[in-house]
Structure formats: C-alpha cells, structure tokens
C-alpha cells in the first residue's frame, strides 16, 4: 500500500469531499486525523477503521483554540504529519443577502485562516517529502451572484498555496486542487441530461475524482510539482457558451 505508516490530516474530512480522501488514504494504509463539526459522522468513521488508525476531533476550525487542540493531539498522538489536506470551508453567501462583516470574516477563518495556522503548527513534525494539498474551487476564478464569502475565500487559499510553496520550499510541498461541479451525493439528485452535457467529458464530478488527485500529489509520482492550482472539473470551466449555440438560450431575470 502506498501510504503505509504515513499520516495524513484531513479537515472536513467526516463528509464528502473529506470524508472520501480521509478513506482513500486509510485505504492505501494511512491513519488519518480529521476534524469536522459532525460528530456523529466522525464517530462512524472511526467506528469504521477503527481508533488505533482514526483520531477524530469534532470542533470549529474558524476557532484558534480548536486548531490547537487537534495540533497537541496529532503530534501527540503520532509525532508526525506526512500530509496536510486543508478540505474545509463553507458558504455565508454574499453581499445580495446581506452577508454581514462576522460571518464573511468567519468563511475567511474557516478557509484561509485555519489552512495557515494548521500549517504553521505542523511546520517541526512534516516528515522528508510530506505534502500539503489545499482543496480550493472553480469559484476562485469563476462566480455566480451572490458568492463573494466562499469565492473570496477560495481565491485566498490559491494564493496562499503558492506563497506557502515558496517558503516551505525543500521541506514541504504544496499544491492547491480547484473541483468543479462534484455531486457528494452520489445519487444525481436534481441533475439533469443537459448538466451532464455542459461538461466536455459528458458527466459531473465525485468525490473519487479529487481524492485520486489528493493521492497523486501526495505520491512520489507527483514530487516535481509545486506551487500549482490543479482544475478538475471535466473541462466546464473551459467551455464558451454563447446565446443560442448548443441548445443554449439566456432568458435574464427581469
């Protein structure tokens, strides 16, 4: 297995997105450190693969005390980090529903703030060749109405992947991953033919698709890539979509 006896810490990692990466490398032999607001869904991962390989902490990452508390568990627990997913974030909306100034700044904590504290705590126990791999968005180049609390925040976490690659240059390497439309469902739920068709690839992303991107720049196979902001998205954000082509028609709300 390829992960054997490494560790890998995983925020959000007790649903989607997270919660198939935190598996994935539990699968291939890693134990894994998550932390996430759903206790429930944390205690049956650990149910799941067992204490001895899950430590899980259910707390708020927007809050500094809660990142210090799952940092002295981790290093005492196992004394080192092979590799970093900073997975969580959410959405407070945006300035069409009046997102406030407390819970912009809470998304900015949540998506910003926490992937650099966390990295700052775990700077003395990265082991040689370990890997931080931040989960960032389309949304960081790309934008509906009304998003600007988790588009600002995913723009801050590309930026804070190249800088950090610089100054942890020869002891870590880090990587941003942008998903496009992933469904954590699993089930397709309100999809439509024509979402599947707006893809170049002709379906929408799962949580697979970004885990086995997580896995890649994690392994020795990705160890000369760097600094970079890896778009998995099936090719949506490349396609050009004009009024009337592709059965496509843009009716503007009035």
Same mark, same amino acid.
């Given at each position: 297995?390829? #992960? ?11 649903? @989607? ?73 959410? =959405? ?29 705590? #775990? ?13 960032? =968005? ?17 723009? @801050? ?7 950090? =690659? ?57 160890? #000369? ?30």
């Amino acid at each position: 297995m390829r #992960f054997s006896n490494k560790v890998g810490v995983v925020t959000g990692g007790a649903n @989607g997105i997270g919660r198939c990466i935190a598996e994935e490398f539990l699968i291939e032999g890693a134990s894994v450190a998550v932390i996430d607001m759903d206790e429930d869904a944390g205690g049956r991962l650990v149910e799941d693969y067992g204490q001895e390989r899950v430590l899980f902490l259910a707390a708020d990452i927007a809050v500094e005390r809660s990142l210090n508390l799952f940092a002295d568990k981790v290093i005492k627990r196992y004394g080192q980090v092979d590799f970093l997913i900073n997975n969580a974030c959410i =959405s407070r909306k945006g300035i069409l529903s009046r997102c406030s100034y407390e819970d912009f700044n809470y998304v900015l904590r949540v998506g910003v703030s926490a992937p650099y504290q966390l990295s700052r705590l #775990f700077m003395d126990i990265f082991t040689e060749n370990a890997a931080i791999v931040n989960i960032s =968005s389309t949304r960081a180049a790309m934008s509906q109405a009304d998003t600007e609390s988790y588009s600002a925040a995913k723009g @801050g976490i590309t930026a804070l992947t190249h800088a950090l =690659s610089i100054s942890l240059a020869g002891k870590v390497r880090v990587n941003s991953i942008s998903p496009g439309w992933i469904d954590t469902t699993g089930m397709d739920e309100g999809i439509s033919k024509s979402d599947f068709l707006q893809h170049p690839v002709k379906r929408i992303g799962n949580p697979l698709d970004i885990a086995g991107m997580v896995k890649f720049l994690c392994s020795k196979e990705g160890s #000369f890539i760097n600094g970079e902001n890896i778009t998995v998205d099936g090719g949506m954000s490349k396609l050009m979509i004009y009024h009337g082509e592709q059965g496509w028609n843009y009716t503007p709300e009035e």
